[in-house]
């Protein structure tokens, strides 16, 4: 029979390697990103060419549902490999945050964000309710998000950004704790060091690194300094 500290001291094991995953991913988008704005012919590469960037777009979009969709059929080594290729298309795509911004407010938009995600995901971790109800409502938030974000892309109205901008850091804020929770709720005990195991940590690593950057975006939308 396993004891409730032998639950506790696996559960944390597991997040060591969930958020080990998510730095991993993290410091491959960061310096991706900084290297392709640094790079002329990079950035004219992705940013230069509608069609290019529209397919890199398309690609994470199919990374991230085929890793999602097909994960358990993989091995970790080929889960490991499409989460890091993920991580480097999207240091592309969001190479032009280098471009916009200045360095000095992307850095403490990061730090901010890091704080603030540290904070909420504790919570997720360690609180007793149940944080369910509160998934739903975020998700509703996410998909209305999601269709004012795109109407946007044609209005291109001021005030439905801004909108967008507060709704969203109040949604990666709230899903933050929620996937947190339910990260934890997921994992199976007793599955220590198996397969299973580490592509559950994975699976949860790409789900906190997507709440991550994200949150890191809008908050910069608010924060951050135009070059």
Do not use: H
């Given at each position: 029979?396993i004891?409730?500290n032998?639950?506790?001291?696996?559960t944390q094991?597991?997040?060591v390697k969930?958020?080990g995953?998510m730095?991993?991913?993290?410091?491959v988008?960061?310096?991706?990103?900084?290297?392709?704005?640094?790079?002329?012919?990079?950035?004219?590469?992705?940013l230069g060419?509608?069609?290019?960037?529209?397919?890199?777009?398309?690609a994470?979009f199919?990374?991230?549902?085929?890793?999602?969709?097909?994960i358990?059929?993989?091995?970790?080594l080929?889960a490991?490999?499409?989460f890091?290729?993920?991580?480097?298309?999207?240091?592309?795509?969001?190479?032009?945050?280098?471009l916009?911004?200045t360095?000095?407010?992307?850095?403490?938009?990061?730090?901010i964000t890091?704080?603030?995600?540290?904070?909420?995901s504790l919570?997720g971790?360690f609180?007793k309710?149940?944080?369910?109800?509160?998934?739903n409502?975020?998700?509703?938030g996410?998909?209305?998000l999601?269709?004012?974000?795109?109407?946007?892309?044609?209005f291109?109205?001021?005030?439905?950004?801004?909108i967008t901008?507060?709704?969203?850091?109040?949604v990666?804020?709230?899903?933050?704790a929620?996937?947190?929770?339910?990260?934890?709720k997921l994992?199976?005990?007793?599955?220590?060091?198996?397969d299973?195991?580490?592509?559950?940590?994975?699976?949860?690593?790409?789900?906190?690194?997507?709440d991550?950057?994200?949150?890191?975006l809008?908050?910069l939308?608010?924060?951050?300094?135009?070059?």
């Open positions: 029979m004891t409730e032998e639950v506790q001291n696996e094991l597991f997040f969930v958020y995953w730095s991993v991913a993290l410091i988008t960061g310096f991706i990103a900084f290297w392709t704005s640094a790079t002329p012919q990079l950035i004219d590469l992705v060419n509608n069609y290019i960037f529209a397919l890199l777009i398309l994470e199919i990374l991230v549902a085929f890793l999602a969709s097909w358990m059929r993989m091995t970790p080929t490991g490999v499409v890091i290729l993920y991580s480097i298309l999207n240091g592309l795509t969001i190479s032009v945050i280098f916009v911004f360095t000095d407010s992307i850095a403490s938009t990061f730090f890091a704080g603030t995600f540290a904070i909420m919570y971790f609180t309710s149940d944080l369910s109800k509160l998934g409502l975020l998700f509703m996410l998909i209305g999601i269709i004012a974000s795109a109407i946007n892309l044609i291109r109205n001021e005030m439905l950004d801004w901008t507060f709704v969203g850091i109040l990666f804020v709230g899903l933050t929620y996937d947190t929770q339910k990260i934890k994992n199976i005990i007793g599955n220590e060091g198996t299973e195991d580490k592509k559950e940590a994975i699976i949860g690593a790409l789900t906190l690194y997507l991550f950057i994200n949150l890191f809008k908050l939308r608010l924060f951050g300094k135009r070059k």
